[in-house]
């Protein structure tokens, strides 16, 4: 990476996030001191006190905004990216990923994350809602050293090996196993708050509802409250977690979860399809976080997630995530926010629900709320971190810039963008991708490491996955691949 004293970004398209839209700002300058924005408006005025900035980076023909933030994301599972796409929802883990995970090792997981990351960093996401088994080696080797900022958290669960012989009949909980992943969760936390000159931050993330007891599901939240952090939970993702919810306890996940006090502003919950629309009222009411894929549940379940329904029902804190690359095959905010917006247009009938502007800022500095780091990130603003990105905008597919009626920037970036447009990232004051080169990582390498392992883990679990004899197995058996 590239560390200055001081940045200026000059003569660009600001869309800083401040204010209720997109804070838009023509011929706008932001500069950079250390980690620290410390001024943003006109060029002229922005130059006049630090036009002799160490770094400057001429931004005219660009959008200068916050890096984007990707608030529920596994990046270790890009290994298997297009190998769990288009199956029923209840083979999905257990058919179709579990002879491919069963194989991977923690080393494996490093290289599935740096080609993750490596992936999202280009497209413009400068912070990681990650979580994940294996986290702590994961951290030191790819988010500290990679420069992104992370929110990281080790899953908790009470799942091994032997847990899920049939998705009809209740999980097997290990309690050795729960007792070993919450120890590993929360010395993630402590071991890794502040971390990267402050860039890491780590929480605690209980799995689901429906891959722990209620009293280790209760322990998690009480620590999480004595730690100080959030909780980060998968919720109502899918029939086969309805269908162990039931049996387990008679009653959806929502209900369960706020039966024994589980839902407040405290968590940030993931996915939450499975759901009646009162139950998505009900987590509104409660200040719940919503984290919302939209790209990989419209491929893994079919539906869309209630993204518009839960802002409309009053719903605070909100963030989209792109989960994993064999849910939805990518690792790019820009997509993701394409997606969010067309599927909750269609399932609402109403093109008016989560327009551009709004999509823009879920991605940004209200992603950066519901993950807890509002205040540190999310907007171009002084005393914020320097987080920002530029997109060249000087390209076909995103021609022409129009100033009046409508600036049409934020539009053509969430409808039209497709991420190679990025061109610059700064994270924390620092330049880690230049001219759309990587700076903190041999993008050769990363290429190269994953696909070796990918082949290593593809081939060990071919046979099982065929045996399977899943919907894809079987697709693959008629020669359709």
């Known amino acids: 990476m590239e560390k200055y004293e001081s940045i200026l970004i000059k003569n660009g398209i600001l869309l800083t996030m401040q204010g209720e839209g997109v ?3 023509i011929d706008g ?3 950079i001191e ?3 924005i410390v001024a943003v408006g006109k060029t002229a005025d922005v130059v006049k006190e630090y036009g002799s900035a160490e770094h400057i980076i001429d931004a005219k023909g660009k959008a200068v905004l916050p890096g984007f933030i990707d608030g529920h994301i596994h990046t270790g599972l890009s290994l298997v990216r297009g190998e769990a796409q288009d199956v029923p929802e209840i083979e999905w883990m257990l058919k179709t990923m579990a002879p491919f995970t069963s194989y991977l090792t923690p080393d494996h997981s490093i290289k599935g994350s740096r080609v993750g990351v490596l992936e999202a960093l280009k497209a413009g996401t400068t912070t990681f809602g990650e979580i994940g088994g294996n986290m702590t080696p994961v951290a030191e080797q790819v988010f ?3 420069g992104v900022r992370a929110n990281l958290a080790d899953t908790i669960n009470q799942i091994g090996p032997e847990s899920r012989p049939d998705p009809r009949k209740p999980y097997i909980f290990f309690e050795d196993i729960g007792e070993a992943k919450f120890k590993s969760g929360v010395e993630l936390v402590e071991k890794y708050n502040g971390k990267g000159d402050g860039r890491v931050s780590a929480i605690l993330s209980p799995h689901g509802a429906d891959m722990m007891d209620k009293e280790l599901l209760l322990r998690v939240k009480e620590n999480a409250k004595e730690l100080g952090v959030l909780a980060h939970i998968h919720v109502a993702q899918g029939g086969r977690e309805e269908l162990q919810m039931k049996m387990r306890y008679g009653m959806t996940t929502i209900k369960f979860l706020d039966s024994i006090g589980y839902l407040d502003d405290q968590l940030i919950a993931a996915h939450c399809h499975q759901t009646e629309d009162s139950e998505v009222e009900q987590l509104a009411k409660r200040g719940v976080r919503y984290a919302s894929c939209p790209a990989s549940i419209g491929l893994i379940d079919g539906i869309t997630p209630p993204l518009g329904l839960f802002l409309q029902a009053g719903g605070k804190h909100a963030t989209i995530g792109s989960d994993q690359a064999p849910g939805n095959g990518h690792h790019n905010m820009l997509v993701e926010m394409k997606v969010a917006a067309l599927l909750n247009k269609s399932r609402h009938r109403d093109p008016t629900v989560l327009p551009s502007w709004k999509m823009m800022r879920l991605a940004t500095i209200e992603g950066a709320h519901a ?4 205040d540190k990130i999310g907007s171009l603003e002084v005393g914020k971190k320097a987080d920002v990105i530029l997109l060249d905008l000087k390209v076909p597919h995103m021609t022409p810039i129009i100033y009046r009626p409508v600036l049409n920037v934020a539009p053509n970036i969430v409808y039209s963008a497709r991420g190679d447009e ?3 990232v700064i994270v924390n004051g620092s330049v880690i991708v230049k001219d759309k080169q990587c700076l903190t990582m041999d993008e050769v390498k990363v290429i190269e490491d994953a696909q070796i ?7 060990g679990a071919a046979d099982g996955f065929l045996e399977a004899d899943g919907w894809l197995a079987r697709e693959v058996k008629r020669g359709l691949y």
């Not at 993950?371 to 509002?374: A, F, K, N, P, Q």
């Not at 392992?453 to 081939?459: G, K, L, M, Q």
Request: aromatic share 0%; with cysteine.
């Open 371 to 374: 993950i807890g780091l509002g």
């Open 34 to 36: 250390g980690s620290d």
């Open 29 to 31: 300058a932001v500069a």
């Open 453 to 459: 392992v990918a082949t290593e883990i593809c081939e």
């Open 422 to 424: 990025v061109t610059d």
């Open 144 to 146: 500290v050293p990679s």
């Open 23 to 25: 804070g838009s700002i």
